[in-house]
């Protein structure tokens, strides 16, 4: 069980130790996967580490001093939201330190002064405006199905969430796919090769600055995937909130793959668009009920 | 234990060649010699590279341009140098806009002959310049992380 505050922060240790090795198998078995589908044999499923062991064994450059500031707040933040949710904390202080992370990240790529990292974090901008109303929604079904904001409470109600909130659910698989930064909604930056914008937010980022990027991104990943889970939150059965995280990371691989980046617009527009019509609908329909 | 070889991130060049070198620069990336096995990613941008591919000779518009990038990647970085052109200016040379082989301009740590170079050969030519890639960083880590 869940209770008792040894517990609550025994989850938030085991997040900040052992989140950036999961990440990092999760985005390794991604680029095999991946390397598969193109008939590739593709890198081993520890590359993520060795790219990240390598970024900070290269020369510090930085373009100006704030950005390792910016930086290395945008790695904390991402590390408490992630430590504030796995250890049951307010889903609504979850999402706003979320949202902090991600100021601080975009500070950080308008303090290098370069054209593309500058268009990289106004599409960073855009992709936290089209993704935030759908996390409040989220933030809200959650309230409405268990009557608490608190993960812990979520987790340890009877039943499963997503039979109350399932458009909820599809509207943030959705957003997921802005948030993981995949293919179509890959505009701010991209891990694929070559972009029309160089690298984007991170072209101005390297060595151990680009390493920290990148850790935050697996502490991200095993967030974001942790808010999958909730939705088949089951303090009985936790395997089939994993097996749903499965599924769900599978279809992301699968839309990466088979689509091509869109303009912001249509991003913007169909998020917002998801957002109201899965949000309306089902918040709608419970508040009748 | 160094990572840098594990994980070489490579920026391609192209400066003044017939674009035959480019095509095989390109083809090490498909499926069928799929670098990324090596964990090799072609990044298109300076300041995450570990290895500058460079294709065709230089010219009097390319110098400054493969200075610049040269400049901006972080160290330890290698240069390969691709083609005959890369090597020497191959049959351009004598053009009068010409400058010559890579070398003019930064220094070459290795160079991959052939025109058009075959995909195996620039494969070969990347995984011998890891190995002086490894060489640089262990001397940048004995000194303290500053370069030479």
Redesign the interface.
Known sequence: MITGIPFEILFAIGFVILAPFIGAFIVGIDRKVTARKQGRVGPPVLQPLYDIFKLFEKEKVVVTNEVNFYILSHLIFVVFTGALFFSGGDILLVIFALTLAHVFLILGAYAAVSPYSHVGAGRELLQLMAVEPMLIIAAAGFYMVTESFAVKDIVLSPGLPVMTIPLIFVGIVFVLTIKLRKSPFDLATSHHAHQELVEGLTTEFAGPTLGMVEIAHLYETVFLLGIVWLFFASASMPWIGVLAVIIVYFLEILVDNTTTRVRWQVMLRSAWLVALVAGAVNLGVLALM | M???T??PWVIHYDGSSCNGCDIEVLAC?T?LY?L????I?????P??A?VFLITGGINEQSRAVVKNTYDQM???KVVVAVGICAATGGVFRECYNIMGGVNEVIPVDVYVPGCAARPESIIDGVVRALGILEEK?AK??ENG?D?K
């Open positions: 160094s990572y840098i594990k994980s990336l499926p799929d990324e096995r090596f964990g990613v072609n990044t298109g941008n300041k995450h570990d972080p160290d330890p960083r940048m880590a992380g370069k």
